[in-house]
């Protein structure tokens, strides 16, 4: 296996469903650990040690809720990009990642000839969404 960039999210107690979430939007096999498989019989029991979301087309997301007693640093200081040539996936992406969320740049034709959008969805997550295309010149 190729060495991979995997962007790692943490949560505050939500991971389980943002990880969900994003299956539901990309697809693919998701895998989950709790705190308690490996032995915290706490409150933090059932709460997500660590997941891992894998895509056919190659996409690879990873989270984790924070234990308590360390800071937690909600989502904006990570973005996410998804970027390639298939309109359709990545529309698709955004219009779901997007739903219930806040576009911060509209999903539109752009001055480098790309589209390009921004969105935070509704777990505190900044994604970029860039549809190459042909520049104008």
């Known amino acids: 296996m190729p060495t991979r ?11 389980r469903d943002a990880m969900e979430f994003y299956r539901s ?3 693919g096999e998701l ?3 709790t705190f308690g ?4 019989q706490g409150p933090a029991a059932d709460r ?9 087309s190659g996409l690879a997301l990873m ?6 007693g360390m800071e937690h640093r ?6 996410v990009s998804l970027s390639g040539d298939d309109e359709s996936e990545l529309r698709g992406y955004w219009d779901r990642l997007s739903e219930g969320g806040t576009v911060e740049v509209p ?7 790309d589209t390009f959008g921004s969105c935070v969805d509704r777990f505190g997550i900044s994604w970029m969404v860039n549809i190459a295309g042909t520049p104008q010149g």
Do not use: C
């Open 5 to 15: 960039l995997n962007p790692y999210i943490s949560f505050r107690d939500t991971a």
């Open 25 to 27: 939007v990309f697809g």
């Open 31 to 33: 895998t989950m650990n």
């Open 37 to 40: 498989q490996y032995g915290d």
């Open 48 to 56: 997500i040690m660590h997941a891992s979301l894998l895509t056919d």
């Open 63 to 68: 989270a984790a809720d924070t234990p308590e």
């Open 74 to 79: 909600p989502g904006r200081n990570i973005a």
């Open 107 to 113: 999903l539109e034709k752009q001055m480098w000839g």
